[in-house]
C-alpha cells in the first residue's frame, strides 16, 4: 500500500470519526482516489463540496498530529519566505511561518515527509516545528511571495512621501504659470 492510499485511508477514517461524512462515502472515496495523490483528494473534496476547508484543516491536523493553519489571509514575512528558493518550497510543500528564538515554525502539506527537516536546515539552522496546511494554499501563497517585490516600511513610506511631495508641489503652482 502506498503512503498516499495510506494518507487517503487514514483521513477519511479520521473524517467518518469526527462525523463529517458517513461510513458509506468513506467507502466511495477509498474506491475513488486509491491511487489519486493526496494534493488531488484535497482538492476534490473541497471543490466538490464534499467537506468545507475547516473541516478538511481539522482533519489533516488530527492526521498528522500537528496543528492546522489556514494560510489564506495570514501575514508572512516575504523576507523568510524568501530565504529558500521557489523551487524547494514547491517541491516540498512548504512555507516558513515564523522565526523565534532558534525555532522555526514551517507549514508543511507534508509535515511527516521522511527527510525533510534536513532538507530545510540546508537553508537554515533553527529546530523546526510543523503546522499543516493544505497544498493550493501554500502553493499559491508561495507564488504570490515570489510575485511581489520586497518593499520594506521604509521603502513604502519613502515612496509615498515623494509622491505626496510632488502633488503637493503641483498644487503650489499658481494656475497662471501652468
Request: proline share 4%; aromatic share 10%; net charge negative.
Amino acid at each position: 500500500m502506498s503512503s498516499e492510499t495510506n494518507f487517503v485511508t487514514g483521513l477519511v477514517a479520521v473524517l467518518v470519526e469526527n462525523e463529517v461524512i458517513t461510513a458509506k462515502e468513506a467507502q466511495a472515496l477509498i474506491q475513488d482516489f486509491g491511487n489519486q495523490s493526496s494534493a488531488s483528494f484535497d482538492e476534490f473534496v473541497l471543490s466538490e463540496g464534499l467537506i468545507s476547508k475547516e473541516d478538511l484543516l481539522l482533519a489533516v491536523s488530527r492526521y498528522y498530529q500537528v496543528p492546522a493553519v489556514d494560510v489564506r489571509g495570514y501575514f508572512f514575512d516575504i523576507g523568510l519566505v524568501k530565504s529558500f528558493p521557489k523551487d524547494f518550497l514547491i517541491r516540498y510543500g512548504i512555507i516558513p511561518m515564523e522565526t523565534e528564538q532558534n525555532i522555526m515554525t514551517v507549514i508543511a502539506y507534508c509535515p511527516d515527509l521522511p527527510g525533510l527537516d534536513s532538507k530545510i536546515e540546508e537553508y537554515e539552522s533553527y529546530v523546526i516545528e510543523y503546522r499543516v496546511g493544505l497544498w493550493r494554499d501554500i502553493i499559491d501563497v508561495i507564488d504570490e511571495c515570489f510575485d511581489e517585490p520586497i518593499l520594506t516600511e521604509q521603502d513604502m513610506c519613502g515612496e509615498e512621501a515623494e509622491e505626496l511631495i510632488e502633488e503637493d508641489e503641483l498644487d503650489q503652482i499658481p494656475d497662471e504659470s501652468i
